[in-house]
Nanobody
Framework: QVQLVESGGGLVQPGGSLRLSCAAS????????MAWYRQAPGNPRELVAK????????NYADSVKGRFTISRDNAKNTVYLQLDSLKPEDTAVYYC?????????????????WGQGTLVTVSS
């Protein structure tokens, strides 16, 4: 089926930057949306940023606006998240999420897929 593989997490000092990547693979007809979520210990999973393929529209959580940037390489079925001016409260497992269309023209399937997560730790 469809897999999302994330990379780019790690340990960074406050004020630093990281770039996360997420590549989708499998029997993909199209990807309607790609997004990043995060979950800190003891907290629910929250939406960080999303990108709508058809319009190029992006949306961000208020807590990351102006610091994080989501971008896409549609030819590579890949989404990126640039994390700048990182704060300790950004520490979390970051998950890639996508709405993926699979199947044939007469039997389209709509799937929500999650990656395995990548840990971002912001600490001095």
């Amino acid at each position: 089926q469809v897999q999302l593989v994330e990379s780019g997490g790690g340990l960074v000092q406050p004020g630093g930057s990281l770039r996360l990547s997420c590549a989708a693979s499998g029997s993909i007809v199209s990807i309607r949306r790609m997004a990043w979520y995060r979950q800190a210990p003891g907290n629910p999973r929250e939406l960080v940023a999303k990108h709508i393929t058809s319009t190029g529209t992006t949306n961000y959580a208020d807590s990351v606006k102006g610091r994080f940037t989501i971008s896409r390489d549609n030819a590579k079925n890949t989404v990126y998240l640039q994390l700048d001016s990182l704060k300790p409260e950004d520490t979390a497992v970051y998950y890639c999420n996508a709405d993926v269309v699979t199947g044939s023209p007469t039997d389209l399937r709509y799937n929500e897929v999650w990656g395995q997560g990548t840990l971002v730790t912001v600490s001095s």
